[in-house]
């Protein structure tokens, strides 16, 4: 796991605290927090890293095709089962097994569960014999267990069961400079990937756009925005500017017309907000051409560029301020920032 934060280090000493102990674990952590990737640091530093590292997703199988993979089942024990079916818990034998959202597990399920970690035995679906096993089992949620347990949805005494000990992953809004180490990682990865002699670096721009971003989906969503962005740069010879963090944004979003706009919006641009800070060459609103009629398209593109470049002047020429004083995406304002042939970077004295 990268990362040099003292959140993630504390999380990681934690583990390895735990390692040598033979006891069930939760690992805690929102989605994309690298939960899985604790659990087999768990394994692999304790004595059993030897042994099998089994993991099941609980959320993705039904109840009974979950319980026939957790706890096997016999030749004949319901319609196509034709022969014995060994389960992942007598794979993982000797070794560890992880629980993937083991909170979405039945209650059924959860009883059979209790019953393994307290005794260590099972008999497997339509099996009359009992087994014997052990493993140690880790659980690994995004959910309130504890708040599941109260509602009644998730089992008390097998959450007592599980939390020996919890172990707490940090989302990356909590790692503080771990994001441009591992957007690096990720870019030189990419590089790679797209056969460029080397990664040319993040703009100013884009790494403040790295540090604006809250990271809801932490590294998985990290990993996509830089893999994505490098992928639509395309651009070997120069630093990356542009982040693509949403690719569900649209360029073309049309603008609501005029009639389903806020009746306080219309006509509400002041002559001093619409002012421009200076004069600029191109253009003015005032153009006429030669015949003495105006020309709508060019004016249209004189205001629409003072704008920008007011905005621009008002936020110290950084783009994603500007696109937000505006009402637009980040996109957009670059798409403009083309059209018009701006220059982005703040004029010297």
């Given at each position: 796991?990268?990362g040099e934060?003292?959140?993630?280090?504390a999380?990681?000493?934690?583990l390895?605290?735990?390692?040598?102990?033979?006891?069930p674990?939760?690992?805690?952590?929102?989605?994309?927090?690298?939960?899985?990737?604790?659990a087999?640091?768990?394994?692999?530093?304790s004595?059993?890293?030897?042994?099998?590292?089994?993991?099941?997703?609980?959320?993705?199988?039904?109840?009974?095709?979950l319980?026939?993979e957790?706890?096997?089942?016999?030749?004949?024990?319901?319609?196509?089962?034709?022969?014995?079916h060994?389960?992942?818990?007598?794979?993982a034998?000797?070794?560890?097994?992880?629980?993937?959202?083991?909170g979405?597990?039945?209650?059924?399920?959860?009883?059979?569960?209790?019953?393994?970690?307290?005794?260590g035995?099972f008999?497997?679906?339509?099996?009359q014999?009992?087994?014997?096993?052990?493993?140690r089992?880790?659980?690994?949620?995004?959910?309130?267990?504890?708040?599941?347990?109260?509602?009644?949805?998730?089992?008390?005494?097998?959450?007592?069961?599980?939390?020996?000990?919890?172990?707490h992953?940090?989302a990356?809004?909590?790692?503080?400079?771990?994001?441009?180490?591992?957007?690096?990682?990720f870019?030189?990865?990419?590089?790679?990937e797209?056969?460029?002699?080397?990664?040319p670096?993040?703009?100013?721009?884009?790494?403040?756009?790295l540090?604006?971003?809250?990271?809801?989906?932490?590294?998985?969503?990290?990993?996509?925005?830089?893999?994505?962005?490098?992928?639509?740069?395309?651009?070997?010879?120069?630093?990356?500017?542009?982040?693509?963090?949403?690719?569900?944004?649209?360029?073309?979003?049309?603008?609501?017309?005029?009639?389903?706009q806020?009746?306080?919006?219309?006509?509400?641009?002041?002559?001093?907000?619409?002012?421009?800070?200076?004069?600029?060459?191109?253009?003015?609103?005032?153009?006429?051409?030669?015949?003495g009629?105006?020309?709508?398209r060019?004016?249209?593109?004189?205001?629409?560029?003072?704008?920008l470049?007011?905005?621009?002047?008002?936020?110290?020429?950084?783009?994603?301020?500007s696109?937000?004083?505006l009402?637009?995406?980040y996109?957009?304002?670059?798409?403009?920032v083309?059209?018009?042939?701006?220059?982005?970077?703040?004029r010297?004295?």
């Amino acid at each position: 796991m990268l990362g040099e934060s003292a959140s993630l280090a504390a999380a990681l000493d934690h583990l390895s605290q735990l390692a040598g102990i033979q006891r069930p674990v939760l690992v805690l952590g929102e989605r994309g927090t690298g939960k899985e990737l604790a659990a087999e640091r768990l394994h692999y530093l304790s004595s059993r890293w030897d042994a099998p590292f089994i993991k099941v997703n609980c959320a993705s199988m039904a109840e009974t095709l979950l319980e026939s993979e957790l706890f096997g089942h016999e030749a004949g024990a319901f319609t196509g089962a034709s022969k014995l079916h060994v389960g992942r818990f007598e794979r993982a034998d000797g070794g560890t097994l992880l629980l993937d959202e083991i909170g979405t597990m039945s209650p059924r399920l959860q009883e059979k569960l209790l019953r393994l970690i307290e005794y260590g035995e099972f008999e497997r679906v339509g099996g009359q014999r009992t087994l014997s096993v052990d493993v140690r089992v880790v659980g690994s949620t995004n959910a309130d267990l504890r708040a599941m347990a109260a509602a009644q949805s998730f089992r008390a005494d097998l959450l007592d069961r599980l939390s020996f000990d919890v172990v707490h992953m940090p989302a990356l809004r909590h790692r503080d400079d771990d994001v441009f180490l591992l957007a690096r990682h990720f870019a030189v990865e990419m590089s790679a990937e797209l056969s460029w002699e080397q990664f040319p670096g993040f703009t100013p721009a884009a790494l403040h756009a790295l540090a604006e971003h809250s990271w809801p989906g932490n590294v998985r969503e990290l990993k996509n925005v830089i893999e994505r962005s490098l992928h639509r740069w395309a651009d070997q010879d120069n630093a990356v500017e542009t982040l693509v963090i949403d690719p569900f944004e649209s360029p073309w979003s049309d603008a609501l017309p005029l009639q389903d706009q806020p009746a306080a919006s219309v006509g509400s641009v002041t002559a001093d907000s619409a002012r421009p800070a200076q004069k600029h060459s191109g253009p003015g609103p005032e153009a006429i051409n030669e015949e003495g009629s105006i020309n709508l398209r060019e004016r249209v593109d004189a205001y629409e560029r003072s704008l920008l470049i007011s905005a621009l002047e008002q936020q110290d020429f950084n783009q994603r301020r500007s696109a937000e004083s505006l009402g637009l995406s980040y996109d957009q304002l670059r798409g403009l920032v083309r059209k018009h042939k701006l220059s982005t970077r703040r004029r010297k004295n």
